[in-house]
């Protein structure tokens, strides 16, 4: 029990880190205000009669998700390799607690921060289409047999997926690199390169693409058809995804396990 508390003190130690700066704040109250008003927007250029909650809340957060993965990026990027070059992970190190635990500490820090701010940007959303929109409209935008609810909750975890695949990566890559700009230029380029990167290497044409993470990152094509690319299934995306996250983690684990700090 006391090893359990010594964790969670562990744990909270480093969400303190992550909430004493401005900077964080500054992005949650980007993500509110951009999740506010999007509903707004979309009510004076669309009209009311035309669309319901549960559209309006989905078409909301495709635009303000992107916002959400950038601002996560950003603090799984700067997790590890801000102790590097703030010289504070000797502190760090010295203390009664392995590297493990440490790494573990962090990387569940940056995953509390990322479900503070989805469901911060869900619930604003849901909250403001309310406002401006009913129940009764339909734009056609669910083209699935799910109803609209379902289908916003299965987008919202689908984003989420991405969303959590998209921070490890730079969890991984400020790891093994020490370096934060790094972290975070690459995981961006791969977010925003990734679909450029399949339409050129499509994988029902390159088989090989069947087993690169980039096909299977976006699982939201699953929601309208159980084929998804190359002839991908659910299951086999999910397998796929598994094992570079497995991946991903043991390379970060082992890096920090073995790096030297004393130079």
């Excluded at 130690?13 to 700066?21: L, P, T, V």
């Excluded at 500054?26 to 250029?45: C, D, E, G, K, R």
């Excluded at 390169?193 to 990152?217: G, Q, R």
Aim: proline share 2%; hydrophobic share 55%.
């Amino acid at each position: 029990m006391s090893k359990l508390a010594s964790f969670y003190q562990l744990v909270l130690n480093e969400n303190m880190k992550i909430y004493y700066r401005i900077r964080t704040w500054i992005m949650l109250s980007i993500i509110v205000i951009f999740s506010a008003l999007m509903p707004f927007v979309f009510s004076l250029i669309g009209g009311q009669e035309q669309s319901n909650v549960w559209e309006v809340t989905v078409l909301s957060m495709s635009f303000t998700f992107f916002l959400n993965i950038i601002f996560s990026v950003v603090i799984a990027a700067d997790s590890v390799a801000s102790e590097f070059s703030g010289g504070t992970i000797k502190l760090l190190l010295i203390r009664p607690w392995s590297r493990s635990k440490i790494l573990l500490s962090k990387y569940i820090s940056v995953i509390l921060f990322s479900l503070l701010s989805t469901l911060l940007l869900f619930g604003i959303s849901f909250l403001s289409s309310n406002i401006w929109f009913g129940y009764e409209g339909n734009l056609g935008l669910n083209s699935s047999s799910w109803s609209d609810m379902t289908y916003t909750f299965m987008t919202f975890g689908a984003n989420y997926i991405e969303l959590l695949l998209i921070i490890t990566i730079a969890f991984m890559i400020s790891t093994l690199f020490r370096s934060n700009t790094f972290a975070i230029s690459m995981s961006l380029l791969i977010l925003f390169t990734k679909d450029i990167l399949l339409a050129i290497l499509n994988p029902d044409k390159y088989e090989w693409m069947d087993y690169v993470i980039f096909t299977h990152m976006n699982l939201s094509g699953y929601i309208n058809s159980s084929i998804g690319p190359g002839g991908s299934t659910f299951l086999f995306s999910i397998v796929i995804l598994g094992v570079y996250y497995v991946v991903f983690m043991l390379l970060a684990w082992v890096a920090f396990n073995k790096r030297d700090v004393s130079t």
